[in-house]
């Protein structure tokens, strides 16, 4: 017979022994085998995959558009760095597009499998061509949301991370700039260090709104974070058409 009260438990496991361990297989890193032990303790990995999303990720911009009303029915909206595609399923479902009508373009230089209602671009956003395809790709239309959840594989070196983040916020608000309409947000994925003050004052320059946020779904030892930018203050292009910048 087991004595609950010796084990302080009173029958109950405690959360840390209810944890999936990992033991290390051969060939296996210590780093792979800690982020496996992780993912399949993460509440969020699981949910995703109840729900029907592809990453985690998706519902670090459900909870920001649920706190920050980033999506409306019929807005048109710019995914970059978009595979696996969570965060564009999250714009899709919110926004009302389909298949006849897709509202939402993403681009990535990985591959990702089709999504109802999002045009997928394999392409890298960083080439001098990119913007053109996706303008293209929005029929000319300008974008109510630019989004960007993308990031450099780290070095390990926190100051060329660093900059290596900031450049890639820096071409995505230009991007944005370029094709929002007025009103219109942007949210981009930043590291530990915040946003460069120069990034930062171009920016409210040309919104009404900016600030950073934490959902609760980034892990709380996750040195990442989001830039908010709401209210762009940018004119309607001629006719609501974008002509790309050569």
Known sequence: MVNNKALGTGGRKSDKDLKIRVKTAKGRKVASTK????????????????????????????EMDEKHKLFKKGMRVVDLGAAPGGWSQVAAKAVGSTIEKPLVVGIDYLDMDPIPGVVLLKKDFTEDDAPAMLIEAMGGQGADVVMSDMAWPTTGHRATDHLRIVHLI??????????????????????????????????????????HVK????????????????????????EGKITPVE
């Open 35 to 62: 982020w496996l032990e992780r993912q399949l303790n993460d509440p969020y990995v699981a949910r995703a995959r109840s729900e029907g999303y592809r990453s985690r990720a998706a519902f670090k911009i459900k």
């Open 170 to 211: 820096e071409i995505a608000a230009g991007f944005a700039i370029q094709v929002l309409k007025p009103g219109g947000s942007f949210v981009a994925k930043v590291f530990q260090g915040g946003t460069e003050h120069e990034l930062l004052h171009m920016l409210k320059r040309h919104f009404n709104t900016t600030f």
């Open 215 to 238: 959902p609760p779904s980034s892990r709380k030892d996750s040195a990442e974070a989001y830039l908010v930018a709401k209210g762009f203050k940018g004119s309607a292009p001629a």
